[in-house]
């Protein structure tokens, strides 16, 4: 029969668990420390290198992206406020502010166009034309960000993922799965019949009009029927361009 540990067996072996964990403490407190010092290391080469190419990432919309992806590696985030040291040194805070406003009413004009969902590429494009006298070129990679900062305004600003493109929606519409592939197959035409989306989904023909209907209604689809074949067909300004869709091709912004 086996002999139980006595008392002091087990003070012994709690004393032996509390050095243990003494010492777990001290490497974890060691290794974050260590940690720590690297960052503020980072961080100040990376100010440095701020100061030292500051032009090159107010002007040039590639460097500014990779810029800001070794600002995210090291924790710093130079749009978080426009006071303080990047504030000062970049300006890029105002950059993104002016940016956003200008987004905002992009969005505003041609939403009687697309229903407040517009091609992220469209955008940008809008963008640089209204931008044409700034110094400053402006990338998808800054309309994202600048977007991303609209999102505190509560007001529906956001990014989504349509097939292989990216749309910027304006308007707080819920856009379920159905939208979203009758929006992702009128990608290849700008339209989409009612009997193409029951084939490609294998829908019955209320399900889908049901789903273009309700886009139809949210103003993100036209209605077209002067065709010959008698077939009507919803076009989407949103998946192709203003000027195609609309037939404005002056529009002003």
């Known amino acids: 029969m086996r002999r139980r540990p006595g008392i002091a067996g087990l003070q012994n072996a709690a004393a032996a668990r509390d050095q243990y964990r003494l010492i777990g403490e001290n490497v974890a407190k060691v290794r974050t420390d260590l940690m720590n010092q690297q960052l503020a290391t980072f961080r100040s080469q990376l100010e440095e290198f701020a100061r030292k190419h500051k032009n090159d990432i107010r002007k040039n919309p590639t460097f500014r992206s990779q810029f800001h992806e070794m600002c995210a590696k ?27 406003v200008q987004i905002v009413d992009i969005c ?83 339209y989409v019949l009612v009997e193409e989306v029951e084939k490609r989904f294998s829908w019955s023909s209320g399900r889908a009009i049901d789903a273009l209907e309700t886009l139809l209604e949210e103003g993100l689809a036209m209605i077209d029927d002067g065709h010959r074949d008698g077939k009507r067909r919803y076009w989407f300004p949103c998946v192709s361009s203003i000027s195609s869709a609309t037939g404005s091709e002056g529009l002003k912004i």
């Open 108 to 190: 505003l004009v041609t939403r009687t166009h697309n229903g407040g969902l517009i091609n992220l590429q469209e955008l940008c494009s809008l963008l640089c034309q209204r931008r044409k006298t700034a110094r400053e070129s402006v990338s998808e990679d800054d309309c994202l960000r600048a977007i991303n900062k609209l999102k505190v305004l509560g007001s529906g600003f956001e990014v989504i993922s349509v097939g292989k493109k990216k749309l910027v929606r304006s308007v707080p519409t819920e856009l379920n799965k159905d939208h979203n592939e009758i929006l992702e197959l009128a990608q290849a035409h700008g």
């Open 74 to 100: 090291v924790g710093v985030d130079p749009l978080a406020s426009n006071k303080g040291f990047w504030a000062e040194l970049l300006g890029i805070g105002d950059f993104y502010y002016e940016l956003g």
